[in-house]
């Protein structure tokens, strides 16, 4: 076992290029690990300008000055952020309020419709077998609605942080998409003149990344919003609430899918 882990660790450090790339992950992951929370709207900073340097990039290439790309990208973002926080989260809130009212109605129609079911299908169940299945799952939807809905108070009680990543996250966007160049040249000082294999390591997490990132938030807007109007023309209730959770649902596959077909169902 340890001539085992010897050969590995020849054959993975022995070139200081890897060392090197190892000790700036490690050192990456450990700082997010031990101080994440309290430089968390740094980091969300950090990938909303990481996002719109993409934008940036593009009217740089047609021919427009980086600083005017800049502030037509961080106006955008800040127009879609304002339409989401004026606009959709005060009105996907309510429904989401009603939707927590109206559970306990659901749950006894629901349940009233099961119960039909040993009259027209005596074969397949009969009444003891579905109350033992109702009394196993449980149907007071009233209490689950309170405890979501005191969950979600709770989180959102702190007015001060709220106000922290409304008005520090946009400041520091703007300044991370301005002062790229110098950012990048003040952090790249305290790195070790020879690493060719971070650089390139970088470039093509860089292109696989950043290519997978962006194709998921234009995924999510577009689903979302196709599954709202759809939504909408079929009647349903909650429609923009709905239409939120099936958007942010590609962001697992398969099972993102599964999960918000209950309450779409519902």
Known sequence: MTKLFVRW????FSNPQAVILAVILLFLFTS???????????????????????AVTAMQKGGIPR?????????????????IIIGIVPLAGSQLEALFSDLPQMATR????????????????????????LNQFNFNFANIGDVLVSFSLEGFKNIVSILIYMI???????????????ILAWF????????????????EVDGQIGAYARGKVVEIFIVGDVSYVA????????????GVFVGFSV????????????PVAL
């Open 9 to 12: 660790f020849r054959r993975n």
């Open 251 to 262: 962001l697992i596959p398969y099972i993102g899918a599964t999960i918000v077909t209950i």
């Open 231 to 242: 939504f909408m023309a079929f009647g349903l209730n909650y429609a923009l609430l709905l």
């Open 67 to 83: 600083p005017v790309g800049v502030v037509v990208s961080f106006l955008g973002f800040i127009t879609v952020s304002l339409t």
């Open 168 to 182: 520090l996250v946009p400041l520091l966007v703007f300044f991370f998409l301005k002062d790229k160049q110098k």
């Open 32 to 54: 997010i690990w031990l101080i994440g929370s309290i430089i968390m709207p740094l980091l969300i900073a950090i990938v909303i300008a990481y996002l719109l340097e993409w």
């Open 188 to 203: 790249l000082r305290w790195l070790p003149s020879e690493r060719e294999l971070s650089t390139r390591v970088w470039l």
């Open 110 to 133: 629901i349940k009233t419709l099961l119960m039909t079911l040993p009259e027209k299908y005596p074969e397949f169940v009969t009444a003891e077998q579905l109350n033992n299945i």
